[in-house]
Every structure is written in structure tokens, then in C-alpha cells.
């Protein structure tokens, strides 16, 4: 019995130009490598969204409620307050970053010192959020005697007008605050690389027409190229703002957590890891307004990205007078405002943990007692079970990624439109609202609470991103290549490993932000680990008594630190382009 | 050929995969051939523990796995007996919880213990662990010591004994220039319920105390007299001005920790915290503070404990019953109890034995021999009763009885505030019982 397993037949098109999608595996192929990631996603995305669209309309019994449970998740109160939070976050966090972003890529220079400058700005990128965390509550501590901001503003105002800056009416601001510094480095990267593909030619005819700076930055920058992706930035920025869940649970005291509380606290409150009538109905309102966020995203990207190719050009030109002083010190201003916290971060973990919890970190003796305490807590255990997650689902992810991303670069028409508008949906679908479903079917595969469970949660979370961007990475596979791979291989997944390896770049950045991902991650941790401990949830467990810890949980975010900045910083080049072409196409 | 060399490559991209899930399956099968115990530890206190169930192993020749799942226990067990995975023993704090588990809708997530456990304890304690059906479904392995005022020796001649001097003293040393007389973690909720808990004990007769936490349970409400002399007490105190250093919305950002260490750190930012036995490993690492019980506010002189309880799940091995038995034996958490003869020197235990039989004499040091003397002379113990109760009054950050209570905290900490309607409003809302 001969059955072509993963069909031999392919059809080659050689008739017109050459161009993508002129050369496709049989159908039959194609199901199949599509198979691994759909039935992941199937189950552990799409049936989730479903089962709580299901929950959120119906009674624990199954009954029919209509609209009762969201008139309660809504009359709950307070309710109104937390989602006004959530949209303030959406509105201003984005409008800030990425104005900040755009105002260091247009002066960033190409100097030795810029790039310790770059360096600087894009690092808290690669840092875990739990550990940004960490370090703005040590500098926003409320005691003078211990928080370097408040310290600060002690200094200036006075210790009895001192704000309390993780107090209710503050707190929001303070979190923001930290969010702002986590993620203006990735707004920079895309938009400084938006730039440099901007041909300078166009700003020197503008110039030759007599246009003014305004006009260069007008009619040669933003008009051609940067609006879309200041658009782009935007949403995804504001896409991100789930993640200050993390920031939310570090950084906030029990008694601020009502004042500080966005969706995804709310319905993990209401829901935990299971789910019920009220938590469903709230997930329900976040994936509409989700969902509203990615298709503003897809109708504002829709342009074709001019692949970052050939040496990066010269950087902006500098000028005289005050145009050039301030060209020349944004940049500084910047980094030095963002070497802040990681100084502080440093520094308090260099001190005995009873040090850190008595008087300032300028003001005692250095000591490396908090590393061999954080040690003594088993940072190790934590540290070698996340690093074997890290890289098993990397692993995972990105064969089956592979795999389903190579048909998928071949799919044209509405059929690819929708297989695309999905992926992009399950890359958001923020795992707070699911988190009662996916927990059943863990159950059911009897993994729940497990390690791997926990792998399984992050390999569905990431495949989606990963099939993005390697499916574009395919897409940009030189048709001759893909003819020649074919005419040799004798199998589809011969063929897929030939393109792999065409497609290196796309496959690292996978790769390493996938790595980063799972390693930086506390809410897969808190609403699926078992006995082992992941990094994040490590990290928050010390911070239950922030003060008296402070001194470990800094050595230990230190030590966190070191490997996602590295393979970031290996790495860069590959995300950059990664990202790109996963975010903007 | 073409088949094979297909296969080969097949394999060999699957290979990498199956590798490296191995060792996570495996970890997963392994781990069912040992008897597990699921607990809330870590740390110190989870080493501790290790060193207990090290003597079991060594003399019962079983092996026993500790798994430390931090305070999500409740969902853990859960989801583990969703999954048919459930260990064989958790260890929980909260007796509400033990008894959720007895859910008649559903099938019971745990089995009753063995006849024989129940003549290990005192009756009170015994009580809060039986179910509908008159079995006992948990025993309890650690006790915690919730009524003591912590104090600075060297900064107060005497400490104060009752309720009023508690007042007097705090009212006289209550200055702009402070240090200031107490210090509350008001930013952790289950300190200010503490607080309460031991007020309500004190209002009440242990009947009455019974019956209300049985009430509370049922739905019943909160308006009752000791409850509202217990608030207006807690609002004459907390709202004397400069009692909290920094003041009210400044302690509602002090975590439990933080308010034992300004008590603790040199200088001192305050003289006297209300907090359990627990607080002695912070307080280890600092200056010279001594614990009296909890300043009298009647002619009661109740004792507040909270506490850990061994189950056995449904469905486990009958291993475990042999493990419940061995840590209820009188001598099996001496290295708890006495951490200094079993390598851990310098750790003070913060260890209470639950059984009757345990003297104060075989605790390790004098804190802890004094705590196990007042435990064993009390002839009035309460059990915590928020940690009796789940859900909306059980509380949570930002949720339940904690919230209303930092919310009432707030209110009575600024200057010129009204008592009564803040006791007023408090109760209100904790009878109103948001969803949350």
C-alpha cells in the first residue's frame, strides 16, 4: 500500500514571472504540517476562547443567563473604575512611548557613544517584568531611608510633603512609569529602523525646494513611511499593556491593588485558573476590545515593508545651534534617566539583606551576602528547571512553527487572509481570560499542573508569533531557491528543512525571543505551574515580603537578568528584522 | 530506500523534540512511585519540614517527595484532581479550605483519617476539622501563636498588660518627633483582621465565638455587638494622632514585614507591632524586642491560633496514612522544634505542636517555650476566623474582609475622622459581600 504521507506530488508552476505562490505542496502535505500547530492551537487557544464566550452567557449548570453574568461582573464594584484604567493604559502608555521612541530615533547618532546609548535604552526590553518591577519599587519605596526616588524628592520638597508614589492616587503613574521605561527601547529599534530605510535623497530634494526642518520631517519621513508605522507601534504597544499584570502583582501593596487594578487583575481575581459566569463575561468585553485593537493594526499595516537590506545609512546630519544641542543631549538625558533603576537594582543587590531593609543602598557597607542567601532559596533549582522549559519549548516551537509556517507562505486568496487574521488573533488573546478553559484541557490530558503542562501553555501562547514570522521569512525564499529545494527534496519535510536553513535569521529571532519569553514569564507560571518553580513565580514568591527581602530579590532579578540581555543582545539583529517582518506584515 | 532515508529524517528532526521532552514526562511518571506531600513552605520553614520527613524516611523506609506549591494550594490540588494526578498528602492553613473539599455537590477531593488520629488532640481542635458526616478529614501538624504584642525592651519600661494602658501608652509616646508607639502592616489585610480577631475573642464567650464564625459561614451577618465594640476599640486606637509613623496612608503601604522591622531596626521607627509568632524570623536578624500576649480588652484572656493541617487525598496511596501518622507522633518535628541540635543553628523554629502532648520543654529556645506554655495553660482557645471562613470574608489582596478593613483603616487614621460612622460603614460593608 503505497500512501504518500507527506505527498511527493507538487506542482510547479513555470509558466509567467516568478513569484511566490507559484509553488505550493499538494494539499494533502500541507494538512499535515499544519496539523501539529492547528490541533495546539485548536485546543488550547481557539476551544478556550470559545468555551468562555459560551461561560459568559450561561449559568455553572449550563442554563442560559443571557446577559446576567456581565450586568454583575460589571455592577461588581469598581468594576467601571478598573476599566477606565485599562483604556487610560491602551491611550497614554502608547502615546508615550512612542513618542519618546520617535524623539530618540530621529536623534540617536551612529558614534560609539550612541551605541553605549542604544545599549542602554533597549536593554530593559530583554529584562523580565517582574524584575522591572522589583527595581522601581525598591527606587519608589515610600521611606525616604530606603527609596532612591523618594529620596530624591525628600530632598527637594521636603520629607513631610514627600508623595507617596506607590500610594492609591499615585501608584497607576508610578506603574506606568515603569512600563514606559521597559518598553521605549523596542519602539526605538522599529522606528530607528523604519528611518534608516528612508532614502535620504527625499529629505535632501525637500531641503532643495526650500523646506524647512519641519517639512523635511513631514514630507520625507512621516508621509512616505513613518506614519504607518508609528500606527503599528502604537498598537502593538498598546496590545502590550496586558502585560502590566505583571508589573501590578510586584509592585503594588494589597492595599493599592484595588487602585492600581486593570482587566487582566480583575478577572484574574474573579477567575484564577478556573472559570466562572462573571470572569467569563469580562475576558469576553477584553477580547472585543482586543480584537478591535488588531484590526485597527491590520488595516494600519497594510503596506509592504522594505526589507532592511544593504549597510545601514548615515544618520541624520547634525546641524548648528540649538537644533544640534538638542540632538546631542536628548539622547544623553535619556540614557542616564534609564541607567537609573538598573544602577539602583545593582547596587541594593551588592548589600546584606538586612541593609537593604534599614538604610539606603548609598549609605552601607557593599556585601555579596544577598546572592549566597538568594541562593541558599534555591534560585538555582529555579533557574535550571527554566532554563530546560525555555529551551524545550523553543525546541517545539520551532519545528511545529516550521512546519506550518511553510504551507502557509504558499496559501493566497481569503483563505490566507483568514488563516493570517487568525494567527495574529491567537498572538494576543491574553492568557488571563482563557485560563479557566486551557486549564480543563489540561486536565483532561491529565497534564494540568505539571511541567509539561505549563510547556504545552507556552508553546500554543508562541506559536502564533512564531508562525508569522516565519511565514514571511518563507514568503521572502528567492523562487529559484524554493524550485531548486524541491527538485532535490523528496519529501515535504526535506523540503522544510532545505528552507530552514534559507531562512536562519528568521528561525534565530524565533528562536531567541521565544527563549526570552518563556524564561521572563510570571502569568503562565502563577496560573499553570506545579511544584516546579519558573523564574517569575521565584521571583514574585520573595516579594511577598518586599522590604525584608529586598537585598535577595535584587541579587536574584540581577542574576535573572544576565542570560535574556545576552541572548537579546547576540541576537539583535536577527529580532530587529524578526520583528518586523512578524509585527508588520 | 527512499522510505528509509525519509523515516531517518523524520526522525531525526523529531528527535531534538522527544529528547528534550523526556526528561519532563519522566519527571511527571517518576514522581508517582514516592508518596507526595503538597505544601505551602519555603524557605527555611520548608527546609525544616525536609528534615522532619528525612527521619521519616530513614525509619519507615519509605520515600516521600516534598513538593512546595506556595499560596495557590487550593488551585493546585484542583487542578491535580482534575488532572487524576493528586498527590497523596497537602498540608493547609485554612480549616474552611479543608472543609470546601468536602463539597456535596461534587465528589470529595479527600479521605478521613484514621480513627486513631483523633485522640491526638484537644477537642476544640479536632472540631474544626469534621465534617457533616462526624469524620475527621484532617490533622493538624503546626500551630501558630496569633495573640502577642511585640515590643522594644529597651525602649519601654513595661510593656502594656491590658487594653486601656495599651491606649494610655500609646496616646503618651504618640509625638511628631517619634519615634512613634506602634507600627501596623496595615498593607497586608490579614494583620488588620488579626487585630480584630483577637478583639471579637475577647468580646465574646467561646460559645458565642463558635456560633458567630458557624454564622459567618452560613451567610450569617457581621452586625453583632462585639464586632462593633472590637471596630470602635480599633478606631479610638489606630486614629490617635502620630500613633503610626508616617501616618495612616503611610502604613497602609507597610507590609507585615516592614512594620515588624520598624519596630525592630536601630533606631527604632516605632515601639510596638501586633503580630503573630511568625514575626521572630524576621525579627532574628534585629535588635532587642521581646513578645507579651495581647493586651487584655476584657476580663477574657483569649488565645488566638491559627494552624496547619495534614490531609490525605482522595484516591491516595495507603502510604500516606502511615506518613499522617508519623508526623502526629509527639517526637517526629523535633527538628522544627529544636533547629539548632539538628544543623540549622541560629534558626529560631517559630514552631507550635498542635498536640496535646507535646510540653514546652521540647522546644529549643525560651520564645518558644514561653509561646508552648501559654498554649498549654490557656483554657481559651480561638481558632482565626477568617482562615475558618472562605471567599469574600475569608479576603484576599484587595478583596473581602481585607478591603473593607483597609478601607476602615484609612478612614480612622485621618486626622478628624468619625469613629462611629467609619465602625458604622465597616460593618456594612462587610455584611454587603460584593461577588469578589
Given at each position: 500500500?503505497?500512501?504518500?504521507?507527506?505527498?511527493?506530488?507538487?506542482?510547479?508552476?513555470?509558466?509567467?514571472?516568478?513569484?511566490?505562490?507559484?509553488?505550493?505542496?499538494a494539499a494533502g502535505a500541507a494538512g499535515l504540517l499544519l496539523l501539529p500547530?492547528?490541533?495546539?492551537?485548536?485546543?488550547?487557544?481557539?476551544?478556550?476562547?470559545?468555551?468562555?464566550?459560551?461561560?459568559?452567557?450561561?449559568?455553572?449548570?449550563?442554563?442560559?443567563?443571557?446577559?446576567?453574568?456581565?450586568?454583575?461582573?460589571?455592577?461588581?464594584?469598581?468594576?467601571?473604575?478598573?476599566?477606565?484604567?485599562?483604556?487610560?493604559?491602551?491611550?497614554?502608555?502608547?502615546?508615550?512611548?512612542?513618542?519618546?521612541?520617535?524623539?530618540?530615533?530621529?536623534?540617536?547618532?551612529?558614534?560609539?557613544?550612541?551605541?553605549?546609548?542604544?545599549?542602554?535604552?533597549?536593554?530593559?526590553?530583554?529584562?523580565?517584568?517582574?524584575?522591572?518591577?522589583?527595581?522601581?519599587?525598591?527606587?519608589?519605596?515610600?521611606?525616604?531611608?530606603?527609596?532612591?526616588?523618594?529620596?530624591?524628592?525628600?530632598?527637594?520638597?521636603?520629607?513631610?510633603?514627600?508623595?507617596?508614589?506607590?500610594?492609591?492616587?499615585?501608584?497607576?503613574?508610578?506603574?506606568?512609569?515603569?512600563?514606559?521605561?521597559?518598553?521605549?527601547?523596542?519602539?526605538?529599534?522599529?522606528?530607528?529602523?523604519?528611518?534608516?530605510?528612508?532614502?535620504?535623497?527625499?529629505?535632501?530634494?525637500?531641503?532643495?525646494?526650500?523646506?524647512?526642518?519641519?517639512?523635511?520631517?513631514?514630507?520625507?519621513?512621516?508621509?512616505?513611511?513613518?506614519?504607518?508605522?508609528?500606527?503599528?507601534?502604537?498598537?502593538?504597544?498598546?496590545?502590550?499593556?496586558?502585560?502590566?499584570?505583571?508589573?501590578?502583582?510586584?509592585?503594588?501593596?494589597?492595599?493599592?491593588?484595588?487602585?492600581?487594578?486593570?482587566?487582566?487583575?480583575?478577572?484574574?481575581?474573579?477567575?484564577?485558573?478556573?472559570?466562572?459566569?462573571?470572569?467569563?463575561?469580562?475576558?469576553?468585553?477584553?477580547?472585543?476590545?482586543?480584537?478591535?485593537?488588531?484590526?485597527?493594526?491590520?488595516?494600519?499595516?497594510?503596506?509592504?515593508?522594505?526589507?532592511?537590506?544593504?549597510?545601514?545609512?548615515?544618520?541624520?546630519?547634525?546641524?548648528?545651534?540649538?537644533?544640534?544641542?538638542?540632538?546631542?543631549?536628548?539622547?544623553?538625558?535619556?540614557?542616564?534617566?534609564?541607567?537609573?533603576?538598573?544602577?539602583?537594582?545593582?547596587?541594593?543587590?551588592?548589600?546584606?539583606?538586612?541593609?537593604?531593609?534599614?538604610?539606603?543602598?548609598?549609605?552601607?557597607?557593599?556585601?555579596?551576602?544577598?546572592?549566597?542567601?538568594?541562593?541558599?532559596?534555591?534560585?538555582?533549582?529555579?533557574?535550571?528547571?527554566?532554563?530546560?522549559?525555555?529551551?524545550?519549548?523553543?525546541?517545539?516551537?520551532?519545528?511545529?512553527?516550521?512546519?506550518?509556517?511553510?504551507?502557509?507562505?504558499?496559501?493566497?486568496?481569503?483563505?490566507?487572509?483568514?488563516?493570517?487574521?487568525?494567527?495574529?488573533?491567537?498572538?494576543?488573546?491574553?492568557?488571563?481570560?482563557?485560563?479557566?478553559?486551557?486549564?480543563?484541557?489540561?486536565?483532561?490530558?491529565?497534564?494540568?499542573?505539571?511541567?509539561?503542562?505549563?510547556?504545552?501553555?507556552?508553546?500554543?501562547?508562541?506559536?502564533?508569533?512564531?508562525?508569522?514570522?516565519?511565514?514571511?521569512?518563507?514568503?521572502?525564499?528567492?523562487?529559484?531557491?524554493?524550485?531548486?529545494?524541491?527538485?532535490?527534496?523528496?519529501?515535504?519535510?526535506?523540503?522544510?528543512?532545505?528552507?530552514?536553513?534559507?531562512?536562519?535569521?528568521?528561525?534565530?529571532?524565533?528562536?531567541?525571543?521565544?527563549?526570552?519569553?518563556?524564561?521572563?514569564?510570571?502569568?503562565?507560571?502563577?496560573?499553570?505551574?506545579?511544584?516546579?518553580?519558573?523564574?517569575?513565580?521565584?521571583?514574585?514568591?520573595?516579594?511577598?515580603?518586599?522590604?525584608?527581602?529586598?537585598?535577595?530579590?535584587?541579587?536574584?532579578?540581577?542574576?535573572?537578568?544576565?542570560?535574556?540581555?545576552?541572548?537579546?543582545?547576540?541576537?539583535?539583529?536577527?529580532?530587529?528584522?524578526?520583528?518586523?517582518?512578524?509585527?508588520?506584515? | 530506500?527512499?522510505?528509509?532515508?525519509?523515516?531517518?529524517?523524520?526522525?531525526?528532526?523529531?528527535?531534538?523534540?522527544?529528547?528534550?521532552?523526556?526528561?519532563?514526562?519522566?519527571?511527571?511518571?517518576?514522581?508517582?512511585?514516592?508518596?507526595?506531600?503538597?505544601?505551602?513552605?519555603?524557605?527555611?520553614?520548608?527546609?525544616?519540614?525536609?528534615?522532619?520527613?528525612?527521619?521519616?524516611?530513614?525509619?519507615?523506609?519509605?520515600?516521600?517527595?516534598?513538593?512546595?506549591?506556595?499560596?495557590?494550594?487550593?488551585?493546585?490540588?484542583?487542578?491535580?484532581?482534575?488532572?487524576?494526578?493528586?498527590?497523596?498528602?497537602?498540608?493547609?492553613?485554612?480549616?474552611?479550605?479543608?472543609?470546601?473539599?468536602?463539597?456535596?455537590?461534587?465528589?470529595?477531593?479527600?479521605?478521613?483519617?484514621?480513627?486513631?488520629?483523633?485522640?491526638?488532640?484537644?477537642?476544640?481542635?479536632?472540631?474544626?476539622?469534621?465534617?457533616?458526616?462526624?469524620?475527621?478529614?484532617?490533622?493538624?501538624?503546626?500551630?501558630?501563636?496569633?495573640?502577642?504584642?511585640?515590643?522594644?525592651?529597651?525602649?519601654?519600661?513595661?510593656?502594656?498588660?491590658?487594653?486601656?494602658?495599651?491606649?494610655?501608652?500609646?496616646?503618651?509616646?504618640?509625638?511628631?518627633?517619634?519615634?512613634?508607639?506602634?507600627?501596623?502592616?496595615?498593607?497586608?489585610?490579614?494583620?488588620?483582621?488579626?487585630?480584630?480577631?483577637?478583639?471579637?475573642?475577647?468580646?465574646?464567650?467561646?460559645?458565642?465565638?463558635?456560633?458567630?464564625?458557624?454564622?459567618?459561614?452560613?451567610?450569617?451577618?457581621?452586625?453583632?455587638?462585639?464586632?462593633?465594640?472590637?471596630?470602635?476599640?480599633?478606631?479610638?486606637?489606630?486614629?490617635?494622632?502620630?500613633?503610626?509613623?508616617?501616618?495612616?496612608?503611610?502604613a497602609l503601604l507597610t507590609q507585615f514585614d516592614e512594620s515588624v522591622i520598624?519596630?525592630?531596626?536601630?533606631?527604632?521607627?516605632?515601639?510596638?507591632?501586633?503580630?503573630?509568632?511568625?514575626?521572630?524570623?524576621?525579627?532574628?536578624?534585629?535588635?532587642?524586642?521581646?513578645?507579651?500576649?495581647?493586651?487584655?480588652?476584657?476580663?477574657?484572656?483569649?488565645?488566638?491560633?491559627?494552624?496547619?493541617?495534614?490531609?490525605?487525598?482522595?484516591?491516595?496511596?495507603?502510604?500516606?496514612?502511615?506518613?499522617?501518622?508519623?508526623?502526629?507522633?509527639?517526637?517526629?518535628?523535633?527538628?522544627?522544634?529544636?533547629?539548632?541540635?539538628?544543623?540549622?543553628?541560629?534558626?529560631?523554629?517559630?514552631?507550635?505542636?498542635?498536640?496535646?502532648?507535646?510540653?514546652?520543654?521540647?522546644?529549643?529556645?525560651?520564645?518558644?517555650?514561653?509561646?508552648?506554655?501559654?498554649?498549654?495553660?490557656?483554657?481559651?482557645?480561638?481558632?482565626?476566623?477568617?482562615?475558618?471562613?472562605?471567599?469574600?470574608?475569608?479576603?484576599?489582596?484587595?478583596?473581602?474582609?481585607?478591603?473593607?478593613?483597609?478601607?476602615?483603616?484609612?478612614?480612622?487614621?485621618?486626622?478628624?475622622?468619625?469613629?462611629?460612622?467609619?465602625?458604622?460603614?465597616?460593618?456594612?460593608?462587610?455584611?454587603?459581600?460584593?461577588?469578589?
Amino acid at each position: 500500500v503505497t500512501r504518500p504521507l507527506l505527498g511527493e506530488s507538487v506542482v510547479i508552476d513555470d509558466v509567467g514571472p516568478a513569484r511566490r505562490g507559484r509553488v505550493y505542496p499538494a494539499a494533502g502535505a500541507a494538512g499535515l504540517l499544519l496539523l501539529p500547530a492547528v490541533v495546539l492551537l485548536g485546543a488550547l487557544i481557539a476551544w478556550p476562547v470559545v468555551r468562555i464566550v459560551y461561560a459568559s452567557v450561561t449559568d455553572p449548570a449550563g442554563g442560559f443567563v443571557g446577559l446576567d453574568n456581565f450586568r454583575a461582573a460589571l455592577d461588581a464594584p469598581g468594576t467601571a473604575a478598573v476599566v477606565g484604567r485599562t483604556l487610560l493604559w491602551a491611550l497614554v502608555v502608547p502615546v508615550v512611548v512612542t513618542g519618546l521612541g520617535l524623539l530618540l530615533a530621529t536623534t540617536s547618532r551612529r558614534t560609539p557613544r550612541g551605541r553605549l546609548i542604544r545599549f542602554i535604552v533597549i536593554a530593559p526590553i530583554a529584562l523580565p517584568l517582574v524584575v522591572t518591577g522589583v527595581a522601581y519599587r525598591i527606587m519608589y519605596d515610600p521611606d525616604p531611608g530606603r527609596g532612591t526616588v523618594s529620596a530624591l524628592l525628600a530632598w527637594m520638597v521636603g520629607a513631610e510633603s514627600t508623595p507617596l508614589l506607590l500610594g492609591p492616587r499615585l501608584i497607576t503613574y508610578s506603574l506606568m512609569s515603569a512600563f514606559v521605561w521597559a518598553w521605549v527601547g523596542l519602539a526605538f529599534i522599529v522606528l530607528r529602523t523604519a528611518l534608516a530605510t528612508v532614502p535620504h535623497d527625499l529629505a535632501d530634494a525637500v531641503r532643495a525646494y526650500g523646506g524647512t526642518p519641519a517639512d523635511v520631517f513631514r514630507d520625507a519621513r512621516w508621509r512616505p513611511l513613518l506614519r504607518r508605522t508609528v500606527a503599528v507601534v502604537f498598537v502593538l504597544v498598546a496590545l502590550g499593556t496586558v502585560r502590566t499584570f505583571d508589573l501590578i502583582l510586584v509592585m503594588a501593596p494589597g492595599s493599592v491593588l484595588d487602585e492600581s487594578s486593570v482587566l487582566a487583575v480583575r478577572v484574574f481575581q474573579t477567575s484564577g485558573a478556573t472559570t466562572t459566569g462573571p470572569g467569563a463575561a469580562l475576558g469576553v468585553l477584553w477580547l472585543v476590545a482586543v480584537a478591535l485593537g488588531v484590526a485597527g493594526a491590520a488595516l494600519g499595516s497594510r503596506q509592504v515593508w522594505p526589507p532592511p537590506s544593504g549597510p545601514d545609512q548615515p544618520g541624520p546630519v547634525a546641524g548648528q545651534g540649538w537644533r544640534a544641542v538638542l540632538r546631542r543631549s536628548v539622547p544623553v538625558a535619556v540614557a542616564v534617566v534609564w541607567l537609573g533603576p538598573l544602577v539602583v537594582l545593582v547596587a541594593t543587590s551588592l548589600h546584606r539583606p538586612r541593609d537593604t531593609a534599614t538604610r539606603p543602598w548609598w549609605a552601607a557597607t557593599p556585601s555579596l551576602d544577598s546572592y549566597s542567601e538568594v541562593f541558599r532559596r534555591d534560585l538555582l533549582g529555579s533557574l535550571v528547571f527554566t532554563a530546560a522549559l525555555a529551551t524545550v519549548v523553543t525546541l517545539v516551537v520551532l519545528v511545529i512553527a516550521l512546519c506550518a509556517a511553510y504551507p502557509f507562505a504558499s496559501m493566497s486568496g481569503p483563505g490566507a487572509q483568514v488563516a493570517g487574521a487568525l494567527a495574529l488573533a491567537g498572538a494576543v488573546v491574553p492568557i488571563q481570560v482563557i485560563a479557566g478553559p486551557v486549564n480543563e484541557v489540561l486536565g483532561q490530558a491529565r497534564v494540568a499542573g505539571t511541567a509539561v503542562g505549563v510547556a504545552l501553555v507556552h508553546i500554543a501562547l508562541g506559536l502564533p508569533f512564531a508562525v508569522m514570522v516565519l511565514r514571511n521569512a518563507f514568503a521572502d525564499v528567492p523562487v529559484e531557491r524554493l524550485r531548486r529545494a524541491r527538485l532535490a527534496g523528496r519529501g515535504e519535510l526535506v523540503v522544510v528543512w532545505h528552507l530552514a536553513r534559507a531562512t536562519v535569521p528568521a528561525v534565530v529571532a524565533v528562536a531567541a525571543l521565544e527563549f526570552v519569553q518563556v524564561w521572563n514569564d510570571l502569568v503562565v507560571g502563577l496560573l499553570f505551574s506545579g511544584p516546579d518553580k519558573p523564574l517569575g513565580l521565584f521571583l514574585y514568591g520573595q516579594s511577598r515580603q518586599f522590604v525584608a527581602s529586598s537585598g535577595v530579590l535584587a541579587a536574584g532579578s540581577v542574576v535573572v537578568s544576565v542570560l535574556p540581555v545576552l541572548v537579546l543582545v547576540l541576537a539583535r539583529r536577527q529580532v530587529i528584522a524578526g520583528l518586523i517582518s512578524g509585527t508588520l506584515r | 530506500v527512499t522510505v528509509r532515508r525519509r523515516t531517518l529524517l523524520r526522525a531525526s528532526l523529531a528527535a531534538p523534540v522527544a529528547a528534550a521532552t523526556v526528561p519532563l514526562l519522566t519527571a511527571g511518571c517518576a514522581a508517582e512511585r514516592v508518596t507526595q506531600v503538597a505544601v505551602v513552605w519555603s524557605d527555611t520553614e520548608l527546609a525544616l519540614f525536609e528534615a522532619v520527613i528525612a527521619a521519616y524516611q530513614r525509619e519507615r523506609r519509605r520515600r516521600v517527595e516534598v513538593i512546595s506549591v506556595g499560596n495557590n494550594i487550593d488551585g493546585f490540588l484542583r487542578s491535580r484532581h482534575r488532572a487524576g494526578t493528586s498527590p497523596d498528602v497537602a498540608i493547609l492553613s485554612s480549616p474552611g479550605n479543608v472543609l470546601s473539599y468536602l463539597d456535596p455537590a461534587g465528589e470529595a477531593l479527600i479521605e478521613p483519617m484514621r480513627p486513631d488520629i483523633r485522640r491526638r488532640y484537644a477537642r476544640d481542635w479536632n472540631e474544626l476539622l469534621t465534617g457533616r458526616d462526624g469524620e475527621l478529614y484532617g490533622a493538624w501538624v503546626k500551630a501558630a501563636h496569633k495573640s502577642l504584642l511585640w515590643y522594644r525592651r529597651d525602649r519601654l519600661g513595661r510593656p502594656p498588660g491590658t487594653w486601656a494602658e495599651l491606649l494610655d501608652l500609646v496616646r503618651e509616646r504618640a509625638t511628631p518627633a517619634g519615634p512613634a508607639p506602634l507600627a501596623v502592616g496595615a498593607a497586608d489585610g490579614w494583620v488588620l483582621t488579626d487585630w480584630l480577631e483577637n478583639l471579637i475573642a475577647a468580646h465574646t464567650s467561646p460559645d458565642q465565638y463558635k456560633q458567630f464564625a458557624t454564622d459567618l459561614a452560613a451567610g450569617g451577618s457581621w452586625n453583632q455587638p462585639a464586632v462593633v465594640a472590637s471596630l470602635t476599640m480599633l478606631a479610638e486606637l489606630w486614629g490617635v494622632p502620630y500613633a503610626l509613623p508616617g501616618g495612616g496612608s503611610r502604613a497602609l503601604l507597610t507590609q507585615f514585614d516592614e512594620s515588624v522591622i520598624q519596630v525592630a531596626a536601630d533606631p527604632p521607627r516605632a515601639l510596638m507591632a501586633v503580630e503573630g509568632d511568625f514575626a521572630a524570623s524576621v525579627i532574628r536578624d534585629f535588635g532587642p524586642v521581646a513578645a507579651v500576649p495581647f493586651p487584655a480588652a476584657t476580663d477574657r484572656r483569649p488565645l488566638l491560633v491559627g494552624g496547619d493541617a495534614a490531609v490525605v487525598l482522595a484516591g491516595a496511596d495507603p502510604a500516606a496514612h502511615d506518613l499522617v501518622d508519623w508526623l502526629t507522633r509527639p517526637d517526629s518535628f523535633g527538628p522544627w522544634m529544636r533547629p539548632g541540635e539538628f544543623g540549622y543553628p541560629g534558626t529560631r523554629g517559630g514552631y507550635l505542636s498542635p498536640l496535646a502532648e507535646v510540653g514546652p520543654a521540647e522546644y529549643g529556645d525560651d520564645f518558644s517555650r514561653q509561646r508552648a506554655a501559654e498554649l498549654a495553660s490557656t483554657t481559651d482557645l480561638r481558632f482565626d476566623l477568617t482562615d475558618r471562613l472562605s471567599g469574600f470574608a475569608g479576603g484576599g489582596d484587595g478583596v473581602g474582609s481585607w478591603k473593607v478593613l483597609q478601607d476602615f483603616f484609612a478612614e480612622v487614621t485621618t486626622p478628624g475622622a468619625d469613629g462611629p460612622a467609619a465602625v458604622a460603614r465597616a460593618v456594612a460593608a462587610l455584611d454587603r459581600r460584593g461577588d469578589r
